[in-house]
C-alpha cells in the first residue's frame, strides 16, 4: 500500500513562498494522477491542484491559480506544490493525494500557517 509522507509546511508572512514536497513509498507514482487538498480550521477539506501522471495536465481551484504551483518529479516519487504570494486565506493543513483507479490514498497532511 502507498503511504504518502508531506513536508515543508510552516509559519510564512504574507506575500512569501513555500515549497510542499509529498514523498511516496510503497508503490511507484509514475502511472497515477497525484493532487492537493487543503483544510482550514472550521472548513471543509478543498481541492487545490492536481496533475496528470505525465505532468500534461494540472488543474487548479480558483483562489490559487496564478501563485500556486504543481509539479512531479516521477524519478524521485515526489510530487510538490510551489506556492507564491501567500495570504492568511492559504492558512490550512495541505493533504497530498494520489488517484489510484478508483481509490484515493491521503497523506498525514503538513501545515501551513501564513501570518498578516
Known amino acids: 500500500q502507498v503511504q504518502l509522507v508531506e513536508s515543508g509546511g510552516g509559519l510564512v508572512q504574507a506575500e512569501g513562498s513555500l515549497r510542499l514536497s509529498c514523498a511516496a513509498s510503497?508503490?511507484?507514482?509514475?502511472?497515477?494522477?497525484m493532487g492537493w487538498f487543503r483544510q482550514a480550521p472550521g472548513k471543509e477539506r478543498e481541492f487545490v491542484a492536481k496533475?496528470?501522471?505525465?505532468?500534461?495536465?494540472?488543474e487548479y481551484v480558483d483562489a490559487v491559480k496564478g501563485r500556486f504551483l504543481i509539479s512531479r518529479d516521477n524519478a524521485k516519487n515526489t510530487v510538490y506544490l510551489q506556492m507564491n504570494s501567500l495570504t492568511p486565506e492559504d492558512t490550512a493543513v495541505y493533504y497530498c493525494?494520489?488517484?489510484?483507479?478508483?481509490?484515493?490514498?491521503w497523506g498525514q497532511g503538513t501545515q501551513v500557517t501564513v501570518s498578516s
Open positions: 493525494v494520489i488517484y489510484s483507479g478508483l481509490s484515493v490514498y
Open positions: 510503497g508503490r511507484t507514482i509514475s502511472f497515477y494522477a
Open positions: 496533475i496528470s501522471w505525465n505532468s500534461g495536465r494540472t
